[in-house]
């Protein structure tokens, strides 16, 4: 099966430095890869996605980028806020198949003031 | 995006008793739908796919038994924690996706933060 490792596990910040979160990915199979951020005692919300038929994506402050050929993808937020400070999470699946995510072990990010 | 409520959102309970937690999607049909459970600081550990029409299945090492899983409609899924003990006491989270279009992309409830006494 799919396994993601994810890296690293805590990550501190002064606000307004860029973060980056890696993952990687063994299953050459997987084409859909989301980033889910989860704030303490709420739900994972989806922040951003990237399909593996694109190498990069951009939404304002947060960027994806994947590597198909090395199987690992990056989570980029730029000028962080306090705001940010949260888990992050990253999953892969089989888009149009068993599309069953698997997650990666989380990324606590501190964004000090 | 796609909206998942989940229900309770807190329940505490005494042992051995059992505790229904539904799952449903308030804007879009979800075929399929994921109960995951998540320890204190950890990431989420999927516990089964409940699938609408026919029986979940579970991943290794949770009991079928113990967590009983019933999708009976396209937009609810619920999840029963029957005979409840403390080691039960986790934050259990579900997921959906729209069956019509990106599946694979998935929403969360909120969450149901279950204490068993």
């Known amino acids: 099966g799919e396994n993601v490792e994810q890296h690293p596990s805590t990550l501190s910040v002064q606000e307004g430095d860029s973060a980056v979160i890696k993952c990687t990915y063994s299953?050459?199979?997987?084409?859909?890869f989301p980033w889910y951020k989860q704030e303490l005692g709420k739900r994972p919300q989806l922040i951003i996605d990237?399909?593996?038929?694109?190498g990069e994506k951009k939404d304002q402050r947060i960027a994806v980028t994947l590597n198909k050929t090395a199987k690992h993808f990056s989570l980029h937020i730029t000028e962080t806020q306090p705001e940010d400070s949260a888990v992050y999470f990253c999953a892969a699946s089989i888009s149009g198949g068993s599309y069953i995510p698997t997650f990666g072990r989380g990324t606590s990010l501190i964004v000090h003031p | 995006g796609a909206v998942v409520s989940q229900h309770p959102s807190r329940v505490i309970c005494k042992s051995g008793t059992s505790v229904k937690i539904e799952c449903r999607s308030l804007d879009f049909q979800a075929t399929t739908m994921f109960w995951y459970r998540q320890f204190p600081k950890q990431s989420l550990m999927l516990m089964a796919t409940s699938n609408e029409g026919s029986k979940a299945t579970y991943e290794q090492g949770v009991e079928k038994d113990k967590f009983l899983i019933n999708h009976a409609s396209l937009t609810l899924s619920t999840l029963t924690v029957t005979s409840a003990h403390p080691e039960d006491s986790s934050f259990y989270i579900c997921?959906?996706?729209?069956?019509?279009?990106?599946?694979?992309?998935?929403?969360f409830g909120p969450g149901t933060r279950l204490l068993v006494l």
């Open positions: 990237i399909r593996s038929n694109v």
């Open positions: 997921s959906a996706g729209p069956a019509d279009v990106h599946q694979e992309t998935q929403y």
């Open positions: 299953d050459s199979a997987s084409n859909y």
